[in-house]
């Protein structure tokens, strides 16, 4: 089957850098997203990865390695507003535009 | 620019009891999407719509049926609401999907908070 790891929780301080890690089980890969999401809103898409490699967009990077099964997204310069839930997901296998989530990350940004 | 809409944005419900949460986009998306989220659990798909009169079953839809009813509406229906279907729904939509199209970029809905007693 299908299946995404993240850790619970990520503690860091304020200005600070934090990687937030992905492992997957797939079969067939077709991408890795990410996901920011406040205090129970609404998802917003962050980053996607389709080969190895970092992509980068402002503060936030993201990294994958498909041999390794494995991704991070990295936060830069941290601030309190980047508090969240950090979610990857993955395509669907057969389907590629249908996710499925990680459980998520929750991102503590303490002073 | 409102995206995506979902209405209501809480409700309880008695078990037994049914209702639809209703869903529209304005951004002329092809793709529609209803996820439940519980603590812990992250996002889980229950119905996506790929397009207009075509829906398919995600990862968790029993206890519930869906309507595409137009390119901009996706409603989702709870016939006999139970205790376990207690969760925040969200619904989203992503890009017009081409064949092999992998990053897809999904468009979330506020979410509808769902208590059944």
């Known amino acids: 089957g299908q299946s995404l790891e993240q850790p619970s929780e990520v503690t ?8 937030i890690n992905c492992t997957y089980q797939t079969s067939g890969f077709y991408g890795l997203s990410w996901y920011q999401q406040h205090d129970g809103g609404a998802p917003t898409f962050l980053s996607y990865n389709g080969l190895d490699g970092l ?3 402002g503060r936030f990077s993201s990294f994958l390695s498909r041999s390794d099964s494995y991704g991070y997204l990295l936060l830069q310069e941290l601030q309190m507003k980047d508090s969240a839930s950090y ?3 993955l395509p669907i296998r057969g389907a590629t535009n249908k996710l499925i989530f990680g459980t998520g990350t929750l991102l503590a940004v303490q002073p | 620019n409102a995206g995506v809409t979902q209405t209501p944005k809480f409700q309880v419900l008695k078990t037994g009891q049914s209702m639809t949460l209703q869903c529209a986009q304005d951004m002329n998306h092809n793709s529609m999407y209803w996820y439940r989220q519980d603590p812990g659990m992250g996002l889980r798909l ?8 075509t829906t398919d079953k995600g990862e968790v839809p029993n206890g519930y049926n869906v309507s595409r009813l137009n390119k901009r509406e996706f409603s989702l229906r709870l016939e006999s609401a139970a205790p376990s279907q207690t969760s925040v729904y969200f619904c989203a939509s992503s890009e017009p999907h081409e064949p092999f ?3 897809e970029k999904l468009f ?3 979410g509808t908070q769902l208590s059944v007693l």
């Open chain 2, 108 to 110: 979330f809905g506020s």
């Open chain 1, 12 to 19: 860091a301080v304020e200005g600070a850098i934090v990687q």
């Open chain 2, 46 to 53: 229950i119905y996506y719509s790929a397009s207009e009169g």
């Open chain 2, 101 to 103: 199209a992998t990053n």
């Open chain 1, 87 to 89: 979610f990857c997901a």
């Open chain 1, 55 to 57: 992509e980068e967009t």
